[in-house]
């Protein structure tokens, strides 16, 4: 016979525990103290079970009877009830506690010990940076509240202060950290996935780079006059000669290169490909290199900061060298010694495209054909990298023939 709200409120506590039962398998269970409780019994796979569905009068017998048929439809559908309910406190608990904030903070140390997709240094101080922008806006709301207005007003704040590829970037980094969620059952979608083209496209801008051969030869003459921090000068005289990434040269440390056999070994971990990258150096960089020993060698950074040397020199400081020269940024900067290699590489029409490219560091999406040519150029480039050094001596020397 059905349960009514009066007998339930006349039912009185017993010696032991005894059952009322209802319909459908759901009974309540009066315990000695007094308390009453709402279970449920089951057959899942074989096996009989029961589900605690609350504890009366906090449970109504309305609402019992709601929760029972809820239970009976995951039954009828193969699910276990106890088992999709503890998933569910589970969720609920990870999604109370778990805020946008913190969540970014998991995903960047993530990335940051991420095998092979590891992030560089750099990399990550910029991400995190970029992060902590969206700290006020949505930072400490539950990530699973987070609606796609929430995050598109907070890049646009970005936006509306000019910065419109920090907008663009942070958004990016937005919805990785989104998909991380849902990648760790913090939430089903991506916020940020109809996002796209909500924002402004930021001008395309190319680095400030000298690429004739006769302003070569005057960088490179107002290079070798400079009168600024001796440290700064070495890089600049070297950055030209090795035209690696900007960052890869200021994160050099002592122990990647190898003088005697004339190589520096970049860690894949400091590359924007996450491949090791082996740079042949010729006499005139080795020279260079070892002027710096003589100041901050033999261990710790090729060029460490001012401040301190368990620090790599900032990346301003090969720019603002630069502009102590007298070049804009439309000019020249740290990134445009590898416009200036590559240019004059090619137009000399002496090397291989692909020798080029390996020497530039460039990927290539086809892994084979990667492969083939990093082994089948190195030569190449060792024979390449000394013309080329002997090449800007020449231009130095305003001798502009390519020969």
């Given at each position: 016979?059905?349960?009514?709200?009066?007998?339930?409120?006349?039912?009185?506590?017993?010696?032991?525990?005894?059952?009322?039962?209802?319909?459908?398998?759901?009974?309540?269970?009066?315990?000695?103290?007094?308390?009453?409780?709402?279970?449920?019994?089951?057959?899942?796979?074989?096996?009989?079970?029961?589900?605690?569905?609350?504890?009366?009068?906090?449970i109504s017998l309305a609402e019992?009877?709601?929760?029972?048929?809820?239970?009976?439809?995951?039954?009828?559908?193969?699910?276990?009830?106890?088992?999709?309910?503890?998933?569910?406190?589970?969720?609920?608990?990870?999604?109370?506690?778990?805020?946008?904030?913190?969540?970014?903070?998991?995903?960047?140390?993530?990335?940051?010990?991420?095998?092979?997709?590891?992030?560089?240094?750099?990399?990550?101080?910029?991400?995190?940076y970029l992060l902590s922008l969206?700290?006020?806006?949505?930072?400490?709301?539950?990530?699973?509240?987070?609606?796609?207005?929430?995050?598109?007003?907070?890049?646009?704040?970005?936006?509306?202060?000019?910065?419109?590829?920090?907008?663009?970037?942070?958004?990016?980094?937005?919805?990785?950290?989104?998909?991380?969620?849902?990648?760790?059952?913090?939430?089903?979608?991506?916020?940020?996935?109809?996002?796209?083209?909500?924002?402004?496209?930021?001008?395309?801008?190319?680095?400030?780079?000298?690429?004739?051969?006769?302003?070569?030869?005057?960088?490179?003459?107002?290079?070798?006059?400079?009168?600024?921090?001796?440290?700064?000068?070495?890089?600049?005289?070297?950055?030209?000669?090795?035209?690696?990434?900007?960052?890869?040269?200021?994160?050099?440390?002592?122990?990647?290169?190898?003088?005697?056999?004339?190589?520096?070994?970049?860690?894949?971990?400091?590359?924007?490909?996450?491949?090791?990258?082996?740079?042949?150096?010729?006499?005139?960089?080795?020279?260079?290199?070892?002027?710096?020993?003589?100041?901050?060698?033999?261990?710790?950074?090729?060029?460490?900061?001012?401040?301190?040397?368990?620090?790599?020199?900032?990346?301003?400081?090969?720019?603002?060298?630069?502009?102590?020269?007298?070049?804009?940024?439309?000019?020249?900067?740290?990134?445009?010694?590898?416009?200036?290699?590559?240019?004059?590489?090619?137009?000399?029409?002496?090397?291989?495209?692909?020798?080029?490219?390996?020497?530039?560091?460039?990927?290539?999406?086809?892994?084979?054909?990667?492969?083939?040519?990093?082994?089948?150029?190195?030569?190449?480039?060792?024979?390449?990298?000394?013309?080329?050094?002997?090449?800007?001596?020449?231009?130095?020397?305003?001798?502009?023939?390519?020969?």
């Open positions: 016979m059905a349960l009514t709200d009066i007998a339930i409120r006349n039912a009185k506590p017993k010696e032991k525990p005894y059952k009322l039962g209802d319909s459908l398998g759901m009974f309540l269970q009066v315990q000695p103290t007094g308390g009453k409780l709402w279970r449920f019994k089951y057959r899942i796979h074989g096996r009989e079970r029961k589900l605690a569905i609350g504890t009366y009068p906090a019992a009877r709601r929760k029972r048929d809820a239970a009976r439809d995951l039954v009828a559908a193969g699910q276990d009830p106890s088992i999709e309910k503890r998933r569910s406190k589970l969720r609920g608990e990870m999604q109370a506690a778990t805020t946008f904030s913190s969540v970014a903070a998991e995903f960047c140390e993530k990335r940051k010990m991420d095998g092979q997709r590891r992030w560089a240094p750099a990399t990550a101080v910029r991400s995190e969206l700290t006020v806006s949505i930072g400490n709301m539950p990530i699973a509240d987070i609606q796609p207005i929430d995050v598109l007003g907070a890049v646009r704040r970005i936006e509306k202060r000019g910065k419109l590829e920090s907008a663009r970037r942070t958004l990016q980094l937005a919805g990785a950290v989104f998909r991380y969620a849902v990648a760790t059952a913090r939430i089903s979608t991506d916020p940020t996935r109809d996002l796209r083209g909500a924002l402004m496209a930021p001008k395309v801008t190319h680095y400030g780079a000298i690429i004739e051969p006769e302003r070569v030869g005057d960088l490179l003459r107002a290079i070798e006059g400079y009168d600024g921090q001796e440290l700064t000068k070495l890089a600049l005289q070297l950055a030209p000669h090795v035209f690696v990434r900007p960052g890869e040269l200021r994160h050099a440390e002592w122990s990647e290169f190898d003088l005697d056999g004339a190589l520096w070994t970049i860690p894949a971990l400091k590359t924007k490909m996450r491949k090791e990258h082996r740079v042949p150096l010729s006499r005139q960089s080795i020279a260079i290199i070892e002027a710096a020993h003589r100041l901050t060698g033999p261990k710790g950074y090729l060029f460490p900061s001012m401040r301190a040397r368990s620090r790599p020199m900032s990346d301003n400081t090969i720019n603002a060298g630069l502009r102590r020269l007298g070049y804009s940024t439309d000019e020249m900067t740290a990134h445009g010694f590898r416009a200036m290699a590559s240019t004059l590489l090619n137009e000399s029409g002496l090397w291989h495209p692909d020798a080029i490219e390996r020497a530039l560091a460039h990927g290539d999406s086809d892994k084979v054909r990667a492969a083939y040519h990093r082994g089948a150029h190195w030569q190449e480039r060792v024979q390449m990298a000394q013309w080329w050094s002997d090449y800007l001596d020449r231009l130095r020397a305003k001798n502009y023939a390519v020969g």
